[in-house]
């Protein structure tokens, strides 16, 4: 059975940094990724990225500020979130697939979500 669980979400100042965790179990992906979503919005793309961690993708929203990577012994995927905005909370969702977008609707395997929070 496929899992994807999160972790590291939280409250934090604006300016702040989290380090959310995603550990896969039940098989592999090659594309893992991470997509947020605020209340009465849709869910949008964050970052993803590859399996040999070559390829990479980043909204303009979180360019420079966040980091995509991930650890394929542990089948995990990481996404390092620094100077954080108020407008960066949501709930964050880790992604998996065999293939590569940055489209959630072509994602079939997805973890159960994890509350960031940033005030002002």
């Known amino acids: 059975q496929v899992q994807l669980v999160e972790s590291g979400g939280g409250a934090v100042q604006a300016g702040g940094s989290l380090r959310l965790s995603c550990a896969a179990s039940?098989?592999?992906?090659?594309?893992m990724g991470w997509f947020r979503q605020a209340p009465g919005k849709e869910r949008d793309f964050v970052a993803v990225?590859?399996?040999?961690?070559?390829?990479?993708v980043y909204a303009d929203s979180v360019k420079g500020r966040f980091t995509i990577s991930r650890d394929n012994a542990k089948n995990t995927v990481y996404l390092q979130m620094n100077n954080l905005k108020p407008e960066d909370t949501a709930v964050y969702y880790c992604?998996?697939?065999?293939?590569?977008?940055?489209?959630?609707?072509?994602?079939?395997?997805w973890g159960q979500g994890t509350q960031v929070t940033v005030s002002s």
């Open positions: 990225v590859s399996w040999s961690g070559s390829n990479l």
């Open positions: 992604a998996a697939d065999q293939g590569w977008s940055t489209v959630a609707a072509l994602y079939r395997y």
């Open positions: 039940g098989r592999t992906f090659n594309a």
